[in-house]
């Protein structure tokens, strides 16, 4: 069988992204000026990479890729279905857009001398996020999930001051998180002798009611869950993101959550089956109703936050309660699926828009309290139109991105036939409402005086540079675009693929 | 038959907003695009008219959602048309008033006011055409955020509360409409509006059909039904051109009209016979209508009156097709243009008379009717047709209603038709005194002195269009078919009853 060359890209796209980051350590020592260049244009090759992969996958079929030649029980296999490369393309899309949204954001909140082991650790971050969305084998999944999380605990440290406290709680809770995914790898080798992910699907259902096998699911899920802060394992988590550079947590609350979340994504379908999760240790109805609580209390806590990026990381924690609401309710009806994979790029281009405008806030005005935004709409119109249409997108309101994801949950709790979950799915619409709204009327519609001066309004408004600016109103713009093409039947090929790429046994 | 026209009638809104954005800085450029999309929608609109009198329906489907039996599109058949025409024919009136309006007033944000505007219209259009309630809800979601810009647009601390619960009302009223939609898709598999409703709906357990029904009228709470009605008085802060359009045509509208789409075409009038929903209903409009009266006797602020005068006159057409009599019916569909035409021809009034005189309470405007000749006299022939005397359009949509009230097969007919000569009794107690102060009342001080003083008409530019208005209404009242209002209605009686 001849080898085609897209083939090759996963393991070009990792391998490659992380000789960049060693080669950028080099050439920082010389200029730093070109490190960001650098990082940009292999992302952009990427990009290209993951498009053509993701053609592949939808026209031929999964890709697979044997490291050094091992056949896969022995070596490490890359497998890259659609549901990989539909998470490749947006991660890779977010990353590229972050990368430039650094260049106005990280002369300002990063020192000098920390510029080059910043973007070095960016990119070797970057690299462990593609790492964890190509591969397939369970080991080598954390090898880059510490990749990811190492740097990304130095990453929150860099801002140096308060924001080395949280990044210390972080380095302890994901740590444990680490440890208790490890754990569990370890105890499903035990018993299966594999770590591939397809070889384990074969051989695990014969013992399903091995309590080793069932402890380990339940550390491996407890483990991500700690990575991807579901409520009650969120407690490392707003401190993050309100003291990380804005970089970092734009990039930590669109991409890096979603591909923690993959990992349990792959875990419940990939390695596991649904039959097992429903049928040997029942816990689809316990996640359903974790995530409602998650859902509920991340918005309740949003709402008592004064501080900005404090109340969009409570969101975030909300909004990973949809995501985690799909899945649960996945074994009833395949539309669950739907809106979990929808959300995943939904909130990733909301959450990552509003992090931006929100880190262009306070690095143009200096200003973090919600209370103190007043005549914001005129002083940074583009900011704030962006901030509106990506909190829009965030209440649900059409036809925005996170109008399909409540169309999509209500539509899977209607098809499971688990009706109190429409009832939070709306509450929590008007929730996000309650919090949303406010920040857009502080910006727009509150009484301020210091805007009389329209002249010095006008230089104000240009201080931002475009590299923040566009970045952002990219993003809102998808908001739209990708919430009218969820309400189309474009995507329907993809969601078919990945439906029976996660062997749900269903389409739609 | 397929057609474009549904699709621009929707775009001349949407590309009018965003050429407003970019004209921000040429308000006479600026405002001709409003008027320019105003009039565009209007004509499209006019122009599917005859189509659906031959008894063609316009289809356009926008795209075919993922889920099965759902379609994003337009199904443009009679009754959505009557509301069409309204919607547009008086934006454009208003478009006209509000260059007035804000010119004189000198108001702030007016960018933001005419983009807001285009999307609240987009909205209405969109309601009017659309072919099934997901398309509706989408537009009618439009329309509660658009038009909170124009709610709070004084931005004061009491204008920021009306537009607090303005959205404390409406948003929890757009998720009993998702929940109501998504249910009907369940139980149904389809959304789409059907004359004499939706086939395997009555197949359903009848609980679940009353509940179903409750959600789907706290969905529609735009409609100002009480108790669920204290939004619209408090969103009279914002400018008169919003009041008059959105809070008596566009927005309130397109609530009954939700109504009266769920009733006639989701429901259909067998099943609200057999579960005794239409009753509910009445009993609804009918207190609605009594009590608002009552409440706008109590207010002495013109627009407030106006307001209650607005909560009670929308349920005599929701009463209209609870009674699920074809003349009761047929009584609603013309009351929305013609209620349209007579509310907004009294908003225009009152907001020319605080933009002449400052004046807003009703106890102030002594005499000014002399001064205000052309506006008075127009508020005074849209109160006739409030109250349904001829010869103004009130009468004919009102003697429609008492026809269906009557045509009831039980006692209950008469009672109804007793509330609707109630209501218009107290309709005469409310809009009398304000025709008599102004006219005939001796002002207290010298209102209408010589030199800065003097008490002039408002600028032409409103004071044509409010007159245009109350001239349409008394030629709704000599021919009801302008604009094919009357044969539209024909057509869905015919539709929902199959002939006459």
């Known amino acids: ?508 | 038959m397929e057609l474009m026209t549904p699709l621009f009638v929707i775009l001349c809104p949407a590309i009018a907003a965003a050429l407003i954005l970019l004209s921000r800085n040429h308000p006479n450029i600026r405002e001709a695009w409003t008027i320019a999309a105003s009039a565009a929608s209007f004509l499209l609109v006019l122009s599917m008219a005859p189509e659906i009198l031959k008894g063609e329906t316009i289809k356009f489907m926008l795209f075919q959602p993922m889920f099965k039996g759902v379609y994003i599109g337009f199904k443009v058949d009679a009754f959505g048309e009557i509301f069409a025409i309204t919607a547009s024919s008086l934006w454009f009136l208003v478009s006209i008033y509000s260059i007035g309006y804000m010119r004189a007033l000198k108001e702030h944000a007016q960018t933001r006011y005419y983009f807001a505007f285009c999307l609240a219209m987009m909205g209405a259009m969109g309601v009017a055409l659309s072919a099934n309630l997901v398309t509706l809800f989408i537009f009618f979601e439009m329309i509660t955020v658009s038009t909170y810009p124009l709610v709070i647009h004084e931005q004061t601390p009491e204008a920021l509360r009306a537009g607090h619960k303005y959205f404390a009302y409406l948003m929890p009223a757009g998720a009993f409409l998702l929940f109501g939609i998504m249910t009907t898709y369940y139980l149904t598999g389809t959304t789409d509006f059907t004359p004499g409703g939706i086939k395997s709906l009555p197949t359903a357990s009848h609980v679940i059909l009353v509940m179903l029904f409750f959600a789907f009228l706290l969905g529609f709470i735009k409609s100002a039904w009480m108790p669920f009605h204290s939004w619209l008085p408090t969103a009279m802060v914002a400018p008169t051109p919003v009041s008059a359009l959105l809070h008596a045509v566009a927005v309130v509208k397109a609530g009954v009209f939700g109504i009266v789409r769920i009733v006639c075409y989701v429901y259909g009038v067998d099943l609200m016979h057999e579960l005794n929903l239409w009753l509910i209903l009445a009993i609804i409009a009918s207190c609605t209508m009594i009590v608002g009266s009552l409440f706008a006797i109590a207010q002495d602020d013109l627009k407030k009156r106006l307001a209650y005068s607005t909560i009670s006159q929308l349920s005599y057409i929701i009463l209209g097709a609870a009674l699920l009599t074809e003349n009761g019916i047929r009584g609603a569909m013309l009351q929305i243009p013609f209620h349209g035409y007579m509310k907004i021809t009294l908003f225009l009034c009152a907001g020319a008379i605080m933009v002449a005189t400052g004046k807003r309470k009703i106890s102030e405007m002594a005499g000014i009717g002399k001064a205000m000749p052309i506006t008075l006299l127009a508020f005074s022939v849209a109160a006739l047709g409030m109250v349904g005397l001829p010869p103004v359009a009130g009468f004919i949509g009102k003697f429609y209603l008492c026809l269906g009230a009557w045509a009831v097969p039980s006692p209950y007919g008469m009672i109804f038709l007793a509330v609707i000569l109630i209501s218009s009794l107290l309709d005469v107690i409310y809009f009398f005194p304000i025709i008599y102060t102004a006219f005939f009342k001796k002002p207290e001080g010298e209102i209408s002195g010589s030199g800065e003083g003097k008490i002039k008409e408002a600028p032409r530019l409103m004071v044509i269009p409010l007159a245009i208005t109350a001239i349409f209404s008394i030629i709704f009242f000599v021919y009801p078919n302008m604009f094919y209002i009357f044969d539209l209605a024909k057509m869905a009686i015919v539709d929902l009853f199959g002939g006459i």
């Open chain 1, 1 to 508: 069988m001849p080898i085609l060359l897209v083939e090759q890209f996963p393991v070009l796209i990792v391998g490659l992204s992380m000789f960049l980051a060693y080669t950028m350590l080099l050439v920082g020592y010389f200029n730093r000026k070109l490190l960001l260049p650098m990082s940009l244009t292999w992302n952009s090759i990427c990009l290209v990479l993951s498009l053509f992969m993701l053609n592949h996958v939808l026209t031929v079929g999964p890709i697979r890729y044997w490291q050094g030649g091992w056949r896969p029980p022995w070596g490490i296999e890359y497998v890259d279905d659609a549901m990989n490369c539909y998470l490749l393309v947006i991660v890779i899309s977010i990353v590229i857009l972050g990368l430039i949204y650094s260049k106005g954001n990280v002369e300002h909140e990063i020192e000098e001398k920390k510029r080059v082991t910043f973007y070095v650790l960016l990119q070797l971050m970057i690299c462990g996020l593609y790492g964890i969305t190509i591969t397939g084998d369970l080991f080598n999944m954390f090898i880059w999930l510490e990749i990811a999380s190492l740097t990304a605990y130095a990453l929150i440290a860099v801002a140096g001051g308060r924001a080395l406290r949280p990044a210390f709680n972080y380095v302890i809770m994901g740590s444990i998180g680490a440890c208790f995914y490890i754990f569990g790898v370890c105890w499903i080798y035990s018993v299966t002798g594999t770590l591939n992910f397809g070889d384990m699907r074969l051989l695990l259902p014969l013992v399903y009611d091995n309590k080793a096998v069932q402890m380990a699911f339940a550390m491996i899920v407890v483990g991500v869950m700690i990575k991807a802060y579901i409520f009650p394992l969120h407690l490392w988590q707003p401190d993050v993101y309100t003291y990380a550079p804005s970089t970092i947590s734009t990039l930590m609350a669109s991409v890096h959550v979603k591909v923690m979340f993959y990992i349990l994504i792959r875990m419940f379908y990939s390695v596991f089956t649904l039959n097992f999760i429903r049928h040997f240790i029942g816990l689809d109805m316990l996640i359903c109703w974790v995530a409602a609580i998650a859902i509920l209390a991340g918005s309740l806590w949003a709402i008592r936050q004064r501080n900005l990026k404090r109340m969009l990381a409570y969101s975030s924690i909300s909004q990973m309660g949809y995501i985690l609401l799909g899945v649960g309710l996945s074994p009833l009806s395949p539309w669950g699926l739907v809106a979990a994979v929808a959300h995943i790029l939904n909130h990733a281009i909301g959450k990552g828009c509003l992090f931006m405008t929100a880190g262009a806030i306070s690095q143009q005005e200096g200003l973090r309290d919600i209370r103190d935004f007043a005549g914001l709409g005129k002083k940074m119109p583009y900011a704030s139109a962006a901030f509106t249409i990506a909190a829009i997108s965030m209440i649900g309101i059409p036809p925005t991105a996170g109008f399909a994801t409540k169309l999509f949950l209500i539509i899977a709790s209607f098809d499971a036939g688990q009706y109190p979950f429409v009832a939070i799915l709306l509450l929590s619409g008007l929730l996000n409402l309650v919090y949303f709204w406010r920040v857009i009327d502080q910006m727009y519609f509150a009484k301020h005086e210091d805007t009389e001066d329209v002249g010095a309004v006008k230089e104000t408004a240009k201080s931002l540079p475009l590299s923040m600016t566009a970045p952002m109103l990219i993003l809102a713009s998808l908001c739209i675009i990708v919430g009218i093409i969820w309400l189309t039947n474009i995507p329907l090929p993809l969601i078919n693929h990945i439906l029976s790429n996660l062997r749900l046994g269903v389409t739609i």
